[in-house]
C-alpha cells in the first residue's frame, strides 16, 4: 500500500496540481491584498471615508457579556471583489492558452521530406511513365 500511495504522489499530474495550487494560493493572496490595500480605501473614502470591513448591521446589540450579532456586508463586498478579480484574471488566462492553442492547430501540417529511397522510387515511376508514353 505504501507503495501504491509513493507512486500515486509522485506521478506527474499530482505534482502539477500540487504546484498549481500553491500558485493559486499564492495569487489569492496578492488579489486580497490589491483588493484591501489599494481598491477598497479609495473607494470607502468616495463613499463617505467608509472602510468596506467595518461595514455591518446590527442585528442584535451586545447585552452584558453577550457580544453583539452583526451582518458584515462589508467583508462581504471584499470577498466578491476578490472574486470577480480573480476569476478575470483567470478568464483571460484560459482565454490566451486557449487563443495559442488554435493558433497552432491552424498551422498546416508540413509533409515531411521524403526519404531518400522514396525519391528514387518516384523517379523510376516517372522513367516508367514516360517510357509507355
Do not use: H
Request: without cysteine; hydrophobic residues 50%.
Amino acid at each position: 500500500m505504501i507503495r501504491d500511495f509513493r507512486e500515486f504522489a509522485l506521478r506527474g499530474n499530482v505534482v502539477d496540481m500540487a504546484v498549481g495550487i500553491v500558485i493559486g494560493a499564492a495569487f489569492g493572496k496578492i488579489v486580497s491584498s490589491f483588493v484591501n490595500d489599494v481598491l477598497m480605501p479609495p473607494l470607502g473614502v468616495i463613499l463617505g471615508g467608509a472602510k468596506f470591513s467595518e461595514l455591518a448591521l446590527t442585528i442584535r446589540e451586545a447585552s452584558g457579556e453577550a457580544a453583539a450579532v452583526t451582518l458584515n456586508y462589508g467583508t462581504f463586498i471584499q470577498t466578491m471583489v476578490d472574486f470577480t478579480i480573480i476569476a478575470f484574471a483567470i478568464f483571460m488566462l484560459i482565454k490566451a492558452l486557449n487563443s495559442l492553442k488554435k493558433k497552432a492547430e491552424e498551422k498546416p501540417a508540413v509533409a515531411p521530406e521524403p526519404s531518400a529511397q522514396e525519391k528514387l522510387l518516384t523517379e523510376i515511376r516517372d522513367l516508367l511513365k514516360n517510357r509507355n508514353s
